[in-house]
């Protein structure tokens, strides 16, 4: 059971987010379906390749990917799963070593989230630098770059930072990659982050708006969850709606 529930979640964490060949640009809110792919054909694997996918998956539960390991570490973790695997006992006192691995690990995946930053920076600078050519967007002094996807309702209404609002979200990386697929969302418009704090107030009710968006006015050095640290962001926001703050009275 136990390793039937690994297997199983290691499965999810494992899966990308969206299939890249489902998102080769960035559309609007509303996506319209798919094709349907045939079913792949089905193939029988061997009991080694069994195994070697399911140490595949052990590492990608336990985060491997992210250690930047040489050759000589990889080595010594193998050495640490057939000890386990032949059912020994711990090569060393888990006491003694405890503390001092957890702040090898932790070094380790620190020099790796350094490593993955300065590529998603130096990735987003060339996006953003290349975007704000794009014929018929605007650059604001913040580095914020946007464009009027469609027009609103006609009432001109935009919302201030102190208004509730009503958005309609799609959300991709720069590689085109989806991670937010017409989500809505209601809230206080200040409490969102500042590229859409800016943005949407450059929006009129009714109207879908791209924004572009660099790291500072996003998630910044810090990522947040799928979304990689340092990365520059496009969304396409339909504004459904705009209400003011209600009024509370001692």
Same mark, same amino acid.
Request: proline share 12%.
């Given at each position: /059971?136990?390793?039937?529930s690994l297997f199983v979640f290691s499965v999810i964490a494992a899966a990308p987010l969206v299939? !890249?060949?489902?998102?080769? &640009?960035? /559309?609007?809110?509303?996506?319209?379906a798919t094709t349907p792919r045939p079913a792949a054909p089905t193939r029988t694997f061997t009991e080694p390749? /069994?195994?070697? /996918? $399911?140490?595949? $998956? +052990?590492?990608s539960n336990a985060g491997l990917g !992210?250690?930047?390991?040489?050759?000589?570490e990889?080595?010594? #973790? +193998?050495?640490?799963? !057939?000890i386990n695997a032949r059912g020994g006992n711990p090569p060393y006192d888990i006491q003694q070593i405890g503390e001092q691995m957890a702040a090898f690990m932790e070094k380790k995946q620190e020099a790796f989230m350094a490593g993955v930053l300065r590529e998603e920076l130096a990735k987003s600078e060339i996006f953003m630098s290349e975007v704000k050519k794009t014929p018929g967007? &605007? #650059? &604001?002094p913040s580095g914020l770059v946007y464009q009027v996807k469609s027009g609103g309702d006609g009432t001109g209404q935009r919302p201030t930072p102190a208004d509730i609002v009503r958005i309609n979200v799609t959300g991709a990386l720069v590689d085109g990659a989806i991670f937010e697929r017409s989500q809505v969302y209601e809230g206080i418009l200040n409490d969102f982050m500042p590229g859409w704090v800016e943005g949407l107030q450059l929006a009129d009710k009714g109207s879908i708006i791209r924004?572009? +968006?660099?790291?500072a006015l996003a998630y910044g050095n810090e990522g947040n969850g799928? +979304?990689?640290?340092g990365a520059a962001l496009i969304f396409d926001i339909q504004l459904v709606d705009i209400n003011p703050l209600p009024v509370t009275t001692p």
């Open positions: /059971m136990k390793l039937r299939a !890249q060949d489902e998102v080769p &640009t960035v /559309m609007a809110p509303t996506v319209p390749e /069994m195994l070697e /996918m $399911f140490g595949w $998956f +052990i590492g !992210q250690l930047s390991l040489t050759v000589e990889i080595a010594a #973790v +193998i050495k640490g799963l !057939q967007v &605007t #650059v &604001t924004l572009y +968006i660099p790291p799928v +979304i990689p640290p």
